[in-house]
């Protein structure tokens, strides 16, 4: 139980890994200012909430939380907004909802320090908020790490591609790297933690630019890789444009490069990719698969689509059905447009009736799940090395993960199961659509 002096926070994370993590930056600086984490609204004394806007579920999510929860206001307790849903609301929250005393974006998180102490003196209306213009990335040596077998590292915030029906550019700022000496930095104190997976983390990862020239993407995915002690890099989400040949060879030459991408294509409508301003066809968003394809590893592909786009026909949808057919990807996410504000796509009329959509997702959702069977069933009789992500052995069951991204899930009946973040070798005896099973070898 908290203390009546004691300075305590309740976090709570909605959204992206790059969210994730700017969380686990965020719950550094406040242990740094003397806040304690608790596990219940109830016991802090600060509520955060570190939101995403990306749909506008996810937005409203935010705002019912937050609606159940106000009365705790009355008990002394104070709220706060972070991430995209606070830098796209700004001071409205403070009108929707009064009992918010701090909202701040992303790209104000540097202010934290400054703007709890504010909070502290009892101010109640305090904002961080940035317009596109900020150069500042939030780097922190206080990171208090969350995950137990990943290390997360950002090295590009925000975004400067604009597509048509996406918030990110508003809500995350302009497109800024960091330096690829203040990654490899990181990399190596993440490694002298114990961590041996890295996963590299930005909008558009492979629009990464280093300030100080040293080395492209790809050089950089390879440099994270031979750090002593990290034995799988992985990196999200990469941008079609500007995915190059290069990172494949990398891919290929580095087996400490996990062999999968992660490549969202929305649709395979030339037509809709125009008025989503994706800035690429079909053909050429296929001649990067290709790329892929043709590497010496077997590499897995994933992707994301959206479905219902304004003015999507039945034919355009065909043709996203059939580029899911010749990619062969192993995982798919897939969404119902949600129009956003701000984005240039609200002028166009949201045309397909939500039911449409939500058949449309169906029939893409039933469609993928068959052509992932055979691309999980090849590995049956396969070994392969997996890392334990959850251990579960009340189930029988422990959770693991190969470097292709493939979900395992291995018969353990022991009572005690191998930590998070340790590897073993696996024989593959059976297979879902989404996940293998296996049995330690
Ligand atoms: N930077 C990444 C995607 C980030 S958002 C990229 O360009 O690929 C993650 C996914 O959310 C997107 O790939 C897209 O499929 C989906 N998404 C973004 N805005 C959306 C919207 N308005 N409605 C529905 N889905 C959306
Ligand atoms: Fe959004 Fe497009 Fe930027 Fe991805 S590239 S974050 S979809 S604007
Ligand atoms: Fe959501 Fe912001 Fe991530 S809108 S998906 S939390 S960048």
Known sequence: MATATEKTFYLETFGCQMNAHDSEKVIGTLRQEGYRQVETEDEAGLILYNTCSIRDKAEQKVFHRLNDYKALHKAGKRFGVLGCVAQQEGEKIFERAPYVSLVSGSASYRKLPEMLSRLEAGETRITG?????????????????????????????????????????????????RTSTSVLEEAKRIADLGYTEIQLLGQNVNSYRDPEGKCSFAELLVRVGQVPGIRRVRFTTSHPRDFTRDIVEAIDAHPTLCDHVHLPVQSGSARVLKAMAREYTPEWYLERIAWVKSAKRSISLSTDIIVGFPGETDDDFIQTMDLLAQVQYDCVFAFKYSARPNTPALVMIDSIPDVEKSKRLQALLDRQREIQRPNY?????????????????????????????????????????????????????????NSLIGEVV
């Open 377 to 433: 069933s090849k590995h049956i009789g396969e070994v392969m090395e997996v890392m334990v992500e959850v251990q579960n052995p009340a189930r029988g069951q422990i959770s693991t993960r190969s470097s292709q991204n493939k979900t395992v899930n291995v018969t353990w009946a022991q009572p005690i199961a191998p930590a998070p973040g340790s590897y073993m070798r696996v024989r593959i005896t059976a297979s879902h659509p």
């Open 129 to 177: 908020l940035d317009d596109r213009q900020t150069d500042e990335t939030f780097e922190t040596e206080f990171t208090a790490r969350q995950n137990p077998y990943r290390g997360y590292i950002t090295i590009i915030e925000g975004c400067d591609k604009f597509c048509s029906y996406c918030v990110v550019p508003f809500t995350r700022g302009k497109e800024r790297s």
